[in-house]
């Protein structure tokens, strides 16, 4: 299947930093990324819609200012988390599919974001 | 959104024995649904799909079941191996913009 890859896999951070996490499709061009937060033994809970070339589409309740997307190519869409503060801790999941319609989208393997 | 954030329920089985899991969706316009495995500290990895022109869907040892009447969905493992055990969450896929809404999710254990 098709890899997607996210960087960095764990990431410590001080409060008030701003940490940027990367997600590419390595084998594949990807024209619409997905941001996803979860929460321990929680379920994922999409955040935003990342459309190459244009503006991302936030969920409702997703603060766009403290979340930022950049898709930038076809290949690499990154969020960076602004101002983090230890509410902002959580396992962040990027996925992207190879087209529209029907498709599986492939996942990336995750970042574990720890704000202290 | 459509997901919410609940705790995981559980779901214990012994080696050898069938799992059912199952999944309640949200938007009775959904067309499309998966069935994910996430292991722990890892991203959610394919396991099965569904359309929904379809109400059964067989792979090797995983079974999806759709009722569009009731919105719920199943999975069915077969002989549950200690490799199994994870969590399992559902996904209704959402047109326009190919979005993935997941379900709750179960977290499944498998007792050797």
């Known amino acids: 299947g098709a890899v997607v890859s996210q960087h960095p896999s764990r990431v410590i951070c001080k409060s008030g930093t701003s940490v940027k996490i990367e997600c590419r499709s390595l084998d594949f061009q990807a024209t619409t990324m997905f941001w996803y937060r979860q929460f321990p033994k929680q379920s994922l809970m999409l955040m935003a819609t990342?459309?190459?070339?244009?503006?991302?589409?936030?969920e409702q309740g997703v603060e766009k200012d403290k979340f930022l997307i950049n898709h930038a190519s076809l290949t690499l869409s990154t969020l960076t988390v602004t101002s983090a503060h230890p509410e902002d801790s959580s396992f962040y999941i990027c996925s992207a599919s190879p087209g529209t319609g029907w498709t599986e989208a492939f996942f990336g393997q995750g970042t574990r974001l720890t704000v202290v | 959104g459509e997901s919410v954030g609940l705790h995981l329920p559980t779901l214990s089985v012994q080696e050898g024995d069938n799992s059912i899991i199952n999944c309640a969706y949200s938007?009775?316009?959904?067309?499309?649904f998966i069935w994910y495995k996430q292991e722990s500290g890892k991203g959610p990895q394919f396991i099965i799909d569904i359309r929904s022109n379809m109400d059964k869907r067989q792979g090797q040892r995983v079974t999806v079941l759709l009722n569009k009447t009731v919105k719920h969905l199943s999975l069915q493992i077969a002989a549950t191996q200690p490799g199994d055990s994870a969590v399992y969450f559902c996904a209704e896929i959402q047109q326009p913009g190919n979005q993935f809404y997941f379900g709750t999710g179960t977290s499944l254990t498998v007792i050797p």
């Open positions: 938007n009775s316009a959904s067309d499309y």
């Open positions: 990342s459309n190459e070339g244009s503006k991302a589409t936030y």
